[in-house]
């Protein structure tokens, strides 16, 4: 595993290692994660992250495949969960890779699927 990552250096389509929220039992887990927002909060130390996990697992709506798994540091094949999001403070973020520009198109075309559930009306 790669040194922390300064907080303005990370964007969003990294892969990184964090240690995310598990909803399970309320408790953090270090897990591959990818960057999707940066910059969040009043000193612009959060980010957004969505769960990497093993392609092995059962698929959900809107999940990723990513392409080549080793290219961006994963040690298996796996997936981006973009149903599961969390927001993390950036300085604990572990570089790992670059999601592949192809990869990363696909996560945010599957984006908009969730984001529109967010009711409006007040």
Same mark, same amino acid.
């Given at each position: 595993? $790669?040194?922390?990552?300064d907080?303005?250096?990370?964007?969003?389509?990294? #892969?990184?290692?964090? +240690?995310?929220?598990?909803?399970?039992?309320?408790?953090l887990?270090?897990?591959? =994660?990818? /960057?999707?927002? $940066?910059?969040?909060?009043?000193?612009?130390? %959060?980010c957004? =992250?969505?769960?990497?996990?093993?392609?092995?697992r059962e698929?959900?709506?809107?999940?990723? %495949?990513?392409?080549d798994h080793?290219?961006?540091?994963?040690?298996?094949?796996s997936?981006?969960? $973009?149903?599961?999001? =969390?927001t993390l403070e950036?300085?604990t973020?572990h570089?790992?890779?670059r %999601?592949s520009e192809?990869?990363?198109? =696909? #996560?945010k075309?599957?984006? +908009?699927?969730? /984001?529109?559930?967010?009711?409006?009306? $007040?």
């Amino acid at each position: 595993m $790669t040194s922390l990552v300064d907080p303005e250096r990370i964007s969003p389509g990294d #892969v990184v290692w964090v +240690p995310f929220p598990h909803v399970e039992d309320a408790s953090l887990h270090p897990r591959p =994660a990818l /960057i999707v927002a $940066t910059g969040l909060g009043p000193a612009g130390a %959060l980010c957004w =992250a969505l769960m990497i996990t093993n392609a092995k697992r059962e698929s959900w709506p809107g999940d990723v %495949l990513i392409a080549d798994h080793a290219a961006v540091g994963l040690p298996v094949p796996s997936k981006v969960r $973009t149903a599961k999001v =969390a927001t993390l403070e950036a300085h604990t973020a572990h570089y790992l890779g670059r %999601l592949s520009e192809p990869d990363w198109h =696909a #996560v945010k075309a599957a984006l +908009p699927s969730f /984001i529109s559930r967010i009711e409006t009306s $007040t």
